[in-house]
């Protein structure tokens, strides 16, 4: 998008108002995702804040082979399995305060909080971390399954097969089947 070369080039030249616009532009999006893959719009937060902060302080090193918002999502996946690898080595107790609920401003989340997105995000909090990843960057991250499998260091093979297994598991979920 020439948009984004645009903003990436004043943002290396130091422009503070190409970083507010690019946080402007992608952050809700990010929220989204984040909160997709961590179930907790806290931790969700938290993983947008720190991507932008680790960003801003990178524009002398910044090189990117493709799209800006790709390479946003790619940091917060990141970031996100990390802080997911955190949490398993240090567990915190699930209480009513984890429960995801977006206060996201973007029309998406407004038009779709109902019950079935209730169920929806039930169902992929029970998939396991790897296949709700591969879920999340394909349909809302709008990854390839290629750049997924750079992403995560495994084979494209590997990637659509977390993909599948996913799909089918969530589809039992959503039908009432129990599958281990």
């Known amino acids: 998008m020439v948009e984004d070369k645009l903003l990436i080039w ?11 616009r690019i946080y402007e532009k992608y952050n809700g999006y990010l929220i989204s995702l984040a909160t997709a893959l961590l179930n907790d719009i806290h931790y969700a ?18 090189k990117m082979n493709g799209n800006l918002k790709s390479y946003l999502a790619t940091c ?17 107790s699930l209480n009513e305060d984890n429960i995801v609920y977006s206060t996201t401003i973007d029309p998406e989340f407004i038009v779709v909080q109902d019950e079935e997105l209730q169920q ?3 169902a992929m909090s029970q998939l396991p971390y790897e296949q709700r990843e591969v879920i999340v960057l394909h349909l809302q991250g709008r990854m390839r399954f290629t750049k997924i499998a ?5 084979s494209v093979n590997t990637v659509r097969s977390q993909y599948r297994y996913g799909l089918n598991k969530l ?10």
Do not use: Y
């Open 10 to 20: 004043k943002f290396k030249c130091g422009s503070q108002e190409a970083l507010s």
């Open 150 to 154: 750079i992403l995560r260091g495994i």
């Open 76 to 92: 917060v996946a990141n970031l996100a399995r990390d802080r997911i690898r955190t949490r398993q080595r240090n567990p915190i």
């Open 120 to 122: 929806l995000n039930q």
């Open 171 to 180: 589809r039992s979920l959503l039908n009432g089947e129990v599958i281990k």
């Open 45 to 62: 937060e938290d993983v947008v804040h720190d991507s932008f902060v680790s960003f801003a302080q990178s524009a002398n090193k910044l």
